[in-house]
């Protein structure tokens, strides 16, 4: 189990160099069958990655046993807790969708080892100017975060969230045979996607999410932030992360943000153009007037060095009147963007029930990947759903 006391470099140094043997060896195990075939690994990531379906048909055994053993929560999981996080996700769902992309991804990012994975296998960024192929991975990563959020996501019976998870761990596995076939540098990089990387990616979307709602003056109890704490370490553990790497509470997730941010953050071309590209697929999904907005929350919950690792632009005394213009038309708010201020979280819940909308609409299903509310958020979520009222 979790121990601050265990995060030293040697230990980190270990996790750096431990990757995933259940899902590593399925994948080697279903190429070594020959049953494969025209399951090249790029195909194997596109079948996959359908988050909200069962497994696709068809797979080799080795992966339908992978699939099976994997199919379980952790014996340490409390479904009391795991209810207590959905239910603070129904409340906060939007706001979190927004400190996932103006936030937990950007710093995931900052990560510049792990950014060379993203970048090496082009699941975020691919040459050219076409905005789609890069859009696709992220509304994936969205569509991950609902799906092992809703109700009953992880606790119930092939849950889209414990199916999601089970997908992504495979998808990560992949990505190792992929890389490592391609000659991947383990000396500097270390291992893809490591025990370190996965447990840095996973307080990003636990702990981070977190402390980006606590900057932007959204209260969050206690109680709340364990169970989402709890919740998340249970998604971790289905996704094949150690233990140990797990924290169960917000000084013990802190400390070990600390020691990997010291460890693994820094500048890097391939972070910065990840950045860029995550901004640019904002700007494309939201409406005209509020093409600014994802700057300005950026430059709220990211500090100074965090923005200039990544090289996210500066804010302007022009955008900040043209969004509080945009909210007053848009959303009948009459005030300066400022945190501090009353209506500013219906702001940015407003921001990010425009994004969902986007994205449901524009990611429809008519290309490779499909956006969807799972419909255990529907209820909760009525203006994302076509039959339902707004919100």
């Not at 192929?133 to 119930?156: D, K």
């Not at 400022?338 to 702001?347: D, L, M, S, T, W």
Request: charged share 25%; proline share 6%.
């Amino acid at each position: 189990m979790f121990s601050a006391q265990s995060l030293t470099d040697r230990f980190l140094d270990e996790m750096r160099q431990t990757t995933d043997p259940i899902a590593d060896n399925a994948v080697l195990s279903a190429l070594d069958t020959g049953v494969m075939g025209e399951w090249k690994i790029n195909q194997l990531l596109d079948q996959l990655i359908s988050n909200g379906t069962p497994e696709p048909a068809g797979l080799p055994e080795p992966l339908l046993r992978y699939f099976e053993e994997t199919d379980i929560l952790p014996p340490w999981a409390d479904r009391k807790k795991i209810r207590a996080g959905e239910v603070f996700f129904e409340d906060a769902g939007f706001e979190c969708v927004t400190v996932l992309f103006c936030k937990s991804l950007p710093e995931c990012y900052a990560a510049y080892r792990g950014a060379e994975v993203l970048f090496r296998t082009g699941r975020l960024l691919e040459k050219g100017t076409n905005i789609e192929p890069l859009a696709r991975r992220i509304v994936e990563t969205a569509q991950f975060l609902l799906n092992v959020m809703a109700p009953g996501g992880l606790t119930s019976d092939k849950g889209c969230g414990r199916i999601t998870a089970q997908k992504v761990r495979l998808i990560h596995a992949s990505i190792r045979h992929f890389l490592k076939q391609q000659g991947w540098d383990e000396a500097q990089y270390g291992q893809p996607i490591n025990q370190e990387d996965m447990a840095g990616t996973l307080l990003a979307f636990g702990l981070e999410t977190l402390e980006g709602l606590a900057l932007l003056k959204i209260p969050v109890s206690e109680s709340d932030q364990e169970a989402y704490l709890h919740a998340w370490n249970v998604v971790g553990s289905i996704m094949g992360i150690d233990d140990r790497l797990l924290a169960p509470d917000m000084p013990s997730a802190r400390a070990l943000w600390a020691r990997i941010r010291e460890r693994q953050f820094g500048p890097s071309e391939q972070g910065q153009a990840l950045t860029q590209s995550l901004i640019d697929f904002i700007d494309y999904e939201i409406p005209h007037a509020l093409k600014g907005m994802p700057l300005f929350l950026m430059h709220q919950m990211m500090d100074a060095e965090m923005l200039e690792w990544l090289a996210v632009p500066p804010v302007h005394n022009w955008l900040d009147r043209i969004l509080t213009d945009a909210l007053k038309v848009l959303f009948g708010i009459e005030t300066k963007l400022e945190v501090n201020h009353p209506g500013f979280r219906k702001a940015v819940g407003l921001f990010s029930e425009k994004l969902l909308q986007n994205l449901v609409v524009t990611w429809n299903g008519e290309k490779n990947v499909a956006f969807e509310i799972p419909p255990s958020l529907k209820g909760n979520w009525p203006s994302l759903d076509p039959s339902g009222s707004n919100r």
